[in-house]
Each structure stands twice: as C-alpha cells, then as structure tokens.
C-alpha cells in the first residue's frame, strides 16, 4: 500500500495516465504499490505494472529484473505490463500483445488552422459547454450509441462504463459536456487533473443520431483553456488507437512523444478446484 509520501511522489513525477493512482486503483479494484520506482497496483491474483520508471532511466534489463521481483513477492496468476518497451521473454510468452504511441499537446501552442476556427466558431453559435461532477442517463444513451456503432474492444467498454463512479468520486475528475439548443447531449469528455504536470484525457463520445458538427473541437478547445487555467504544462491525448482518431489528434498540434507496449501474461494455470469454483457460478 501506498503511504502519503510515496503518493505524492508518484504524483509528483507523473508523465503517462497509467502514473495517475486514483485513476488505475478505481479502474482494477486494486491496492496501489511503489516499487524500486515504478507503479503498480495488486489485485488478489491479478498484478498490473506500469513499466515507466517515474524517476530512473528505463533499463531493459533492470526492468526485467523488477519483473521476475513482482512475480516471486506477489506470485500473480495474470500479469498485466506497459512499458516503452517490453522484453521478448515477456511478448513471447503473452496471451495478447499490442503496441502504439502516446500523443500530448501543448495548451500554449495548439494548432490553429482556419478549418479549425470556423469549425469552433460553428459549433459555438447551437452548442453550450458544461463542466460537471457527474455523468447521468444520458451519458450511458451516448455510451450504448458509441458501442453499437464502433464495436470497441472490451476493455474500453470496462472503462466507459466505470466512468461514472470515478467522476461521482474523484476530486480531481471531471466531465465536459457540450449541449445543442434542445439542452440534448452532442458529445463529452472524462477528464482528470490529479498529475501535478499535466491534465489527462481519458476517454469522451460524440452522438452520431444528434451529430452537431464541430463538437469534439469545442471540447478540445475547452480542455485546453482548463490546462492553461491549471497551469499544466502539457495534456495527454492518450494512445494513438486508429487513424481517425491520430488524425483528429494531429490536426490540433498533438505530437507522439512515447512509445507504448502492452501484454497481458498468464502464470498459472488453474487448479481443478478453480474450475469447479467457477462452474459452480454458473
């Protein structure tokens, strides 16, 4: 468990969401740990470790070493890992193995082309903007419309759905709305301000049934006002994921500034006891 101390350090020297504590403990359920410098949560028989040392330079070997440490103190059954680079004993023997990269942008020097500008000065003349500390019903209708149309991989169903606890619950999270002239829901933004350095994007929906062009760029203009408000030096867009999404990304200034890998391990094999416990469920 964390103490006081080593949350604000983590906190302090915070670079990638995945450093962000009240975030990563609400989003697994975990126990946060700080280990020879690098963050990780422990679930039961799940580990997740985020292999972004806050302070040391990253060494592969070191890291792997800080592994095979995890492994024997918390022998985990599922092992989940993010680095810059993982080692090939790790993707060799992963169930699923992906890589990408983080884009952040700089709030005092976003880009600012005129297809821009008009697309803002649109959507600023049939849409509001709302800070609030609360997701409602019509959050999930955006949700469920996300889903059915964007089929997403399940992991980012996990984390849309978790979203309204963690806004009803985190101080330093919010959600941004923006809102047509009927007061109906265009698209939002998750947003989380914990890291001392920068403000974080975590995840935002757009309507395509109550599609109110330029909506995404008003919320990004708007998240850019709150960093610059908050003094941040620089806000993470989060993972590339597809080429809409790079694109939309790019054409505001957002850069990619860090290569991203992830593998989710499995260590043990379950007992037949497990699969009775779990057949039993049924």
């Known amino acids: 468990m964390l103490t006081s101390e080593e949350k604000a350090y983590i906190l302090s020297n915070a670079y990638i969401p995945e450093h962000l504590v009240g975030l990563m403990t609400h989003l697994c359920g975990g126990e946060p740990f700080l280990i020879e410098d690098y963050f990780c949560c422990i ?72 297809s821009v500008k008009r697309n803002l000065k649109k959507a600023g003349q049939h849409l509001t903007l709302e800070r609030c500390s609360e997701m409602t019903d019509a959050h999930h209708e955006l949700m469920q419309e996300f889903i059915a149309s964007a089929l997403p991989p399940d992991r980012v169903k996990a984390l849309l759905f978790k979203m309204t606890d963690f806004v009803g619950n985190a101080e330093s999270a919010f959600v941004l709305n923006t809102r047509d002239a009927k007061n109906k829901l265009a698209a939002f933004y998750v947003v989380d301000l914990e890291a001392d350095l920068f403000s974080n994007y975590i995840i935002g929906c757009y309507s395509k049934k109550n599609y109110s062009p330029g909506a995404s760029d008003l919320l990004l203009y708007e998240l850019i006002q709150i960093s610059l408000e908050f003094q941040k030096r620089y806000i993470h867009l989060g993972l590339g994921v597809n080429d809409g999404i790079r694109r939309f990304k790019e054409k505001w200034g957002g850069k990619p500034t860090r290569s991203y890998q992830m593998c989710e391990l499995v260590l043990q094999k379950p007992s037949v006891w497990d699969v009775i416990k779990a057949l039993r469920q049924f």
């Open 43 to 114: 679930k039961k028989d799940w580990t997740i470790l985020v292999g972004y040392p806050l302070k040391k330079k990253f060494i592969l070997d070191e890291f792997e070493g800080v592994i095979e440490n995890i492994k024997n103190q918390f022998r985990p059954r599922y092992f989940s890992l993010i680095a810059s680079h993982l080692p090939h004993s790790v993707t060799a023997a992963g169930q699923e193995w992906g890589q990408d990269f983080y884009y952040t942008l700089n709030p005092r020097k976003p880009i600012m082309r005129s």
